[in-house]
């Protein structure tokens, strides 16, 4: 006999779904059968004619309580369904998703490339400071030689000092403030190059850089 | 009237026609409701699942092609019948839970009083079969044995007792259909 035969098929599934109905299939094949249900139409179909038949000889067919009804309306027919709404939905959150995913990918690269000069232009005026610092320990011995090289000294040792500041401020409302300092005290020292430059009272009394 | 299409109900319940959605009830209900039985057996825990299957079927209607929608509804339900089973695993049984029977929905008296009518004139449409189809029926039904035993009191095998019951209820349906029409 062909064990493909569409009759024989049929017959081998109301027999696994009348034991699978009552409960008398071992654990593996009733997960096998199980599994069948998902997808497969024909052992859904006679899984429902099992029950009905099993049912037809307790009295009939066990029917649902129609409140059941009143609650699916109640949840269904609030929020009317249309064609689109789950794709509107779907494509909503995705474009919502989207927006702020973009953002944030905005806001993470301007952070950086707010922050990353001024946290690297710090070491590297400090650095250059640094180096120049060297050349103001040692500036004194060759002060009454050369006036240009005392003058840049004093900006160097100038820029240390500023450096240092600017690295111990952490604020960015404080960086601000500073820089506005740094320009008001940068337009007197242009209005009066003298009186005001830091060292102009001690070596030789050279021209200060604005006065030139 | 004219058969409505499940295109058309759902196009009308879509629109927000609660006409249509009872005849989506009419039209699957019952069904869908066995079909969750037999997963199940509880008729408590089958009446939450198909709740919870039109629900959701219904509130996802779109996304599915409407002449797809019964397998849809078959998905849906056979996915809340095992979160229910993973519901039920989880919760210890009460000692007086059946483990297979499909329980008794508690009818009232009146129902009751008509089951027992069905039950009596059920059994003498069962005297109608043939001997070997109503031997298998009564062991399994009015004497509470399994198939498995069946089987062996016949001395047949377990196939052949399926095939004999099921062929017997197919058949009491029949006289049990037949009966039931008016004259």
Redo the contacts between chains.
């Keep these: 006999m062909n064990p493909h035969d569409p009759h024989r098929r049929s017959?081998g599934l109301?027999?696994k779904?009348?034991?699978?109905?009552?409960?008398?299939l071992d654990a593996a094949a009733a997960h096998a059968f199980?599994s069948r249900?998902?997808?497969d139409?024909l052992s859904?179909d006679a899984?429902?004619e099992?029950?009905?038949?099993?049912?037809?000889?307790?009295?009939?067919?066990?029917?649902?309580?129609p409140a059941?009804?009143d609650?699916?309306?109640s949840?269904?027919?609030s929020?009317?369904?249309?064609?689109?709404?789950?794709?509107a939905r779907f494509f909503r959150r995705a474009a919502t998703l989207t927006i702020a995913c973009g953002l944030l990918l905005a806001a993470a690269l301007a952070l950086p490339s707010d922050r990353a000069p001024r946290r690297s232009s710090a070491p590297l005026v400090v650095q250059q400071a640094a180096s120049s610092s060297s050349l103001a320990h040692a500036a004194p011995t060759h002060r009454s030689e050369d006036n240009s090289q005392s003058s840049a000294l004093e900006d160097e040792g100038e820029k240390l000092e500023t450096a240092l500041e600017w690295a111990e401020m952490a604020d960015c409302g404080e960086h601000l403030q500073r820089t506005w300092d740094e320009e008001l005290r940068r337009k007197a020292r242009h209005r009066w190059p003298v009186s005001h430059e830091p060292f102009a009272g001690e070596g030789t009394g050279a021209p200060a850089r604005g006065a030139e | 009237m004219a058969i409505l299409s499940d295109r058309q109900l759902l196009v009308s319940f879509r629109q927000g026609d609660a006409c249509a959605l009872e005849a989506l009830f009419e039209r699957y209900e019952s069904a869908v409701f066995q079909f969750l039985m037999g997963i199940l057996r509880d008729h408590h825990h089958a009446e939450d699942a198909l709740q919870e299957t039109f629900i959701k079927a219904l509130r996802d209607s779109g996304t599915v092609a409407p002449e797809r929608f019964r397998g849809w509804l078959f998905t849906v339900a056979y996915r809340e019948a095992l979160l229910e089973k993973r519901r039920r695993k989880l919760r210890p049984r009460s000692a007086d839970e059946p483990a297979v029977a499909f329980p008794d929905p508690s009818p009232s008296g009146e129902d009751l009083a008509e089951q027992r009518d069905q039950a009596r004139r059920l059994r003498e449409l069962v005297g109608q079969l043939p001997s070997h189809q109503r031997a298998v029926i009564e062991a399994r039904i009015y004497e509470g044995k399994r198939y498995r035993e069946i089987a062996a009191d016949l001395g047949c095998p377990i196939n052949t007792a399926l095939a004999r019951m099921h062929e017997g209820l197919k058949r009491l349906r029949l006289l049990w259909e037949g009966a039931r029409e008016p004259a």
């Design positions: 017959t109301a027999q779904a009348l034991l699978y109905a009552g409960g008398e199980e249900l998902a997808h139409p859904q899984l429902i099992a029950v009905q038949l099993s049912q037809l000889l307790m009295g009939g067919p066990l029917r649902p309580d059941y009804r609650r699916v309306r949840a269904v027919l929020t009317p369904a249309s064609d689109e709404r789950p794709r």
